[in-house]
């Protein structure tokens, strides 16, 4: 089944420490993005990628770091420097870059604070 | 930028009966489309329907239907013969050009639907 797994479901991160949180789409899309969702709110978005090796920053980069050093995989690190980190993070992907493209989104991971 | 406003943060239908979700949005471009995604209580966001702002006809899928008026920036979204499952929050988006084309989202509307 093509879709986009993203793990792990629930994560925990104590102070100071980098987290790493794992995006992989088999559906052959060019584009992925990761958005941060808290309570109340709309989906914010972090980061996104056109293609393998090219990433940029989204509204709420600050405190996040990626890689896309292949197509199917779009990892997002929250480094010590994201202060309040506690949110529910989605990744979604689109076959390309157009704004006709919908974006097909992962079941999400929940990050907290210990 | 691209801006979504969604004025209702709840709603509630019975079983079987027609709700209608507000959303309005602001942008400068001429050519774009319009989504209305789904987030059940397991969180993961589910595409509802899409509208290209081009087409005078208003999208529909199955149950689900738009009212797209695109002179007052309104992009509403009909959810006829609701059933239990349809419980969810709704969010309108815009695709944002300068973000690649990322979404641009509504902060959402709560759906219960009662039997």
């Known amino acids: 089944d093509g879709g986009i797994t993203q793990s792990p479901k629930y994560l925990f991160r104590k102070e100071g420490q980098n987290v790493t949180l794992s995006c992989e789409q088999n559906l052959n899309h060019d584009a992925m993005y990761w958005y941060r969702q808290d309570p109340g709110q709309g989906l914010r978005l972090i980061y996104y990628?056109?293609?393998?090796?090219?990433?940029q920053k989204g509204d709420i980069a600050e405190g996040y770091s990626v890689s896309r050093e292949k197509k199917e995989s779009f990892p997002l690190t929250v480094t010590s420097a994201q202060k309040n980190p506690t949110a529910f993070y989605l990744c979604?992907?689109?076959?390309?870059?157009?704004?006709?493209?919908?974006?097909?989104f992962g079941a999400g991971t929940r990050l907290s604070v210990l | 930028a691209q801006t979504v406003t969604q004025s209702q943060p709840e709603m509630s239908v019975q079983e079987a009966e027609t709700v209608t979700l507000s959303c309005t949005y602001d942008?400068?471009?001429?050519?774009?489309?319009l989504f209305w995604y789904k987030q059940p209580p397991s969180r993961q966001m589910i595409l509802v329907i899409r509208?290209?702002?081009?087409?005078?006809q208003n999208a529909t899928e199955n149950r689900f239907s738009v009212n797209f008026q695109k002179a007052a920036k309104s992009f509403s979204l009909k959810i006829s013969d609701s059933q239990l499952g349809d419980a969810a929050m709704y969010f309108c988006?815009?695709?944002?050009?300068?973000?690649?084309?990322?979404?641009?989202f509504g902060k959402g509307t709560s759906l219960l639907v009662t039997p």
């Open positions: 979604a992907s689109s076959i390309e870059l157009t704004p006709m493209s919908a974006q097909y």
């Open positions: 509208q290209e702002a081009y087409k005078q």
């Open positions: 942008t400068s471009e001429s050519d774009y489309y």
């Open positions: 988006a815009i695709p944002n050009i300068d973000s690649g084309y990322a979404l641009n």
């Open positions: 990628s056109q293609i393998v090796n090219d990433f």
